[in-house]
């Protein structure tokens, strides 16, 4: 290449030479000041070597293609006066044989009016809401917005001059980025971002952030044109949040999905697979990416208040039903706790009870309760001070924007009422309580039946009783059935036959066992008042108390008057429960929770007696007799003692098996009233009032008859062998004309001591024997 003198001075400043690309960033860049692929022959001649792998000393390939060419450009100083230059080139390939000489055309001739013009540095700056002020209020303002729902970003430039927005001076590309922080090149969008500005001082741009984010921040480059360099801006910006749409209860069973199980759950109970997730706008999708770990606070006002974290599932006042502080105070420290989003590809939390240390959502009793949770620190980048600044509206979870542009500061799963119930009824602390000797009677009137003493718990799933379950909150009448579930060892039943412990026995036994009424008839009732041996009883709702009602059923044993039964002793495993359930039904059924203690009651089949007796007519003591019928029965167990006392029990005089009971007092039943038909009469006076299982009478008669003494007594002291409906006790009176000669005759007028030979049985005491007793003598 070379030019002519006295022209243009040609300074080679650079040589560019590609290859068969057109496009210039793959130009090869030459330059003179390295001589490099360069060979300067004279002053008026410049040589290149082109083509594909050409160096200084030889030249390339050119590869036969319509593309395939060469480019050599160079820079020339134009003089302060303009002379024409003629350029001409030449090409020569030697390997071809090829030589092309040719002259460069000119230019066209011009009249080149050319400005140097200064252009005001671009300051681009982004905001959320479309329109701004005049003052530029929202100027660098970024709301928080919802994860992948649309939004538009507005991008303004702005004149450094007096701030007000203008449109660049010339046509200028801003590429834009959502970025985690400002040195990072990824963009949260996945895909590039340019902004053309050419006549308008604002541009729009629309993006969906896939996921969610506690900050983000806009990173803007382009080129300064004034400065000939491109410009980066990102610290300079607001930073913003971009959060879930919301909080939703999520199922961990099976594949997953949003919570669609019953709102009636067991107090008690952790239930591993319901939890909580965030959730997108479409409320069926992840908000993937969301964590945190939500605690629940502990101010309820103050400064605090935007940015604490709530989980609260608390009781629901309902009227009439009485709360105490100390109730209160409990359920609050029970039922905090935690919520972990620990794992950023699933937005799935795993619920913990802050006290127990157990996972599972859970309530730690029963009644409505409301479960409510809110997130208000994942977007505490955008709250500012004072709070009406904020980028999103305090206190709110609307995901739709408010007129300004904003939506709410918090990620709220809005508040979700449970009703809980027990997981069951449990008898516990089950015991018997007897009330001194018992005796088998068929009146609950009895002031000696034992007492079957338990509670009937409302129990949650942790074994603990559901403290709400009381008068005027949660409690429900509640009906059990108690019967003998095992033998009662040595029990004959009223048939005279020693049961055995098989089915038909137990039927036998449960269908003389008695069940009374409760200590407090009006806390529970029977059902069926008219069948004793049923065991179905209901606890009326306003007996619980703190998750417990207190039951004290008087009980014992069909009696008949005419079939007497040795002793037997019932223990507290003898019972079991057939059922037990609230009105309401409970989630199982109930539970009897046996006694580890065992504790007992003694029956006795009991009666009043009286010999047959003789006496004179003007008067004589008779001795009744109050005891217990014990046929080979176990004395050492049965037959008790007076503290301080080891004799043997008195047998009743006359009789086989029937023992004087020391321990029976008037308490146990007394002969209310002696009914007799034949003139005979009582001095009081001279009487002994019952003491150790003993009293006496004395009787007198006009007359020297036989009469029958019948004693009015309690029905479970009377006994007639021969009549099963006797209604009283009855014993022979023969009164006899005194000082009367007869054969066996052993005692002179005022002497203890027998003629002939002593009476038998009189040999300590004759206050009870009549001057003509009928006693046999010992010759």
Request: charged letters at 30%.
């Amino acid at each position: 290449m070379s030019y002519k003198d006295t022209s243009t001075n040609l300074r080679t400043s650079k040589v560019i030479i590609s290859d068969a690309r057109s496009n210039s960033e793959n130009w090869t860049t030459l330059t003179s000041d390295t001589n490099e692929n360069l060979n300067r022959i004279d002053s008026h001649t410049l040589e290149y070597k082109i083509g594909k792998n050409a160096s200084h000393a030889v030249g390339g390939e050119l590869t036969h293609d319509h593309r395939n060419y060469a480019r050599v450009q160079f820079i020339g100083e134009i003089e302060k006066e303009y002379k024409k230059t003629r350029y001409e080139a030449k090409f020569q390939n030697s390997d071809a044989g090829l030589k092309f000489d040719d002259r460069i055309s000119e230019c066209t001739p011009t009249s080149p009016n050319l400005k140097i013009v200064e252009e005001e540095e671009n300051d681009f700056y982004p905001r959320s809401k479309k329109d701004d002020n005049s003052n530029g209020d929202y100027k660098n303002r970024l709301f928080t917005k919802i994860a992948k729902k649309p939004f538009s970003i507005y991008i303004t430039n702005y004149s450094e001059i007096d701030g007000k927005a203008k449109a660049p001076d010339s046509p200028t590309d801003v590429d834009l980025k959502l970025v985690e922080n400002c040195s990072s090149e990824n963009s949260v969008l996945g895909h590039p971002v340019t902004l053309h500005f050419a006549s308008k001082d604002t541009e729009e741009v629309k993006v969906t952030v896939p996921r969610p984010y506690r900050k983000l921040h806009v990173k803007l480059k382009y080129h300064s044109k004034p400065k000939n360099q491109d410009v980066v801006k990102c610290e300079v910006f607001d930073a913003f949040a971009v959060r879930p749409a919301m909080f939703q209860l999520y199922d961990k069973s099976g594949s997953g999905g949003v919570y669609n199980g019953s709102s009636v759950l067991v107090g008690g109970k952790d239930y591993k697979d319901i939890t909580l997730a965030a959730y997108n706008m479409d409320k069926t999708t992840l908000a993937n990416g969301y964590t945190n770990t939500l605690i629940a606070g502990s101010s309820v006002t103050g400064v605090n208040r935007y940015t604490e974290n709530n989980v609260s599932i608390l009781p629901v006042d309902k009227a009439g039903c009485i709360i105490t502080e100390d109730t209160k105070k409990r359920l609050s420290e029970d039922n905090k706790l935690k919520i972990a989003f620990d794992n950023p590809a699933k937005a799935v939390g795993t619920i913990t009870n802050l006290k127990t240390n157990k996972e599972g959502f859970s309530f730690s009793d029963i009644g409505n309760a409301k479960f409510y949770v809110v997130d208000k620190s994942y977007t505490s980048i955008d709250k500012k001070t004072p709070p009406q600044d904020s980028d999103c509206v305090l206190d709110k979870s609307d995901n739709n924007e408010n007129t300004e542009g904003k939506v709410g500061c918090d990620i709220e799963f809005g508040e979700k009422k449970f009703g809980f119930e027990p997981n069951d009824l449990e008898v516990s602390e089950f015991k018997i309580l007897p009330r001194g000797i018992s005796y088998v009677a068929n009146e609950s009137s009895a002031s000696f039946t034992p007492i079957l003493s338990f509670k009937v718990k409302a129990r949650l799933f942790d074994d603990n009783p559901a403290l709400l379950y009381k008068d005027g909150c949660y409690s429900n009448n509640t009906r059990f059935k108690i019967k003998v579930g095992e033998m009662i060892n040595g029990y004959t039943d009223n048939n005279g036959t020693l049961l055995k412990n098989d089915t038909d026995g137990l039927a036998k036994l449960n269908s003389e066992i008695l069940f009374f009424g409760n200590l407090d008839a009006s806390k529970v009732e029977k059902v069926d008042p008219t069948s004793l041996h049923e065991g179905l009883f209901e606890v009326k709702k306003e007996a619980f108390k703190g998750g417990y009602a207190d039951v004290n059923l008087k009980f014992n044993f069909k009696r008949e008057k005419n079939m007497a039964k040795n002793p037997f002793e019932v223990t507290s495993d003898t019972f079991t429960f057939e059922s037990l359930v609230d009105a309401n039904k409970t989630k199982n059924n109930g539970n009897y929770k046996k006694p580890t203690t065992k504790t007992s009651a003694k029956f006795y089949y009991a009666r009043t007696y009286a010999p047959y007796y003789e006496g004179p007519n003007t008067g004589f003591k008779a001795k009744i007799y109050y005891g217990v019928y014990c046929n080979g029965c176990d004395e050492s167990k049965f037959m008790l003692q007076k503290p301080g006392s080891s004799a043997r029990w008195e047998e009743f005089a006359g009789t086989h098996s029937w023992y004087v009971n020391p321990l029976h007092d008037a308490s146990y039943g007394n002969v209310d009233r002696y009914e007799f038909s034949n003139h005979t009469m009582r001095d009081t006076a001279k009487e002994t009032a019952l003491s150790d299982g003993i009293s006496y009478i004395y009787v007198k008669n006009d007359r020297a008859v036989t009469d029958i003494a019948k004693m009015h007594t309690k029905n479970w002291l009377i006994y007639n062998e021969f009549d099963k409906d006797a209604t009283t006790n009855d014993f022979t009176l023969k009164f006899l004309v005194p000082n009367g000669d007869w054969a066996g005759k052993t005692l002179k007028s005022g002497s203890s001591k027998g003629d002939v030979g002593n009476v038998i049985g009189g040999e300590n005491n004759f206050n009870d024997l009549s001057d003509k007793t009928n006693r046999r003598i010992s010759w």
